[in-house]
Nanobody
Framework: QVQLVESGGGLVQTGGSLRLSCAAS????????MGWFRQAPGKEREFVAT????????VYADSVKGRFTISRDNAKNTVYLQMNSLKPEDTAVYYC??????????WGQGTQVTVSS
């Protein structure tokens, strides 16, 4: 089992920045692809960004390209999401994900990000 704990959410004004962190514990010896997803009220959970174990493969949702940056520190078992130029439509609960295969998939409890206009 892998436990994921997100932090860094909060309230920020339009155009502001936040940095989310996700700390993994437990059986972290696997080569997990890490990702961030988000879910706004009344909407389905959507993909934000993923980063491979090596860090060389990174994918972003079109809606966050150029504004968000995902990174990871494997020595600290932590993945980050730097969010700049935030917009009200970025308001959501942000979830960390660790995926080793289609059947080995873990989620954090989420952290709230609210962007005021």
């Amino acid at each position: 089992q892998v436990q994921l704990v997100e932090s860094g959410g909060g309230l920020v004004q339009t155009g502001g920045s936040l940095r989310l962190s996700c700390a993994a514990s437990g059986r972290t010896s696997g080569t997990y692809t890490m990702g961030w997803f988000r879910q706004a009220p009344g909407k389905e959970r959507e993909f934000v960004a993923t980063i491979s174990w090596s860090g060389y493969s990174i994918v972003y949702a079109d809606s966050v390209k150029g504004r968000f940056t995902i990174s990871r520190d494997n020595a600290k078992n932590t993945v980050y999401l730097q969010m700049n130029s935030l917009k009200p439509e970025d308001t959501a609960v942000y979830y960390c994900n660790a995926r080793a295969s289609s059947t080995i998939n873990y989620w954090g409890q989420g952290t709230q990000v609210t962007v005021s206009s």
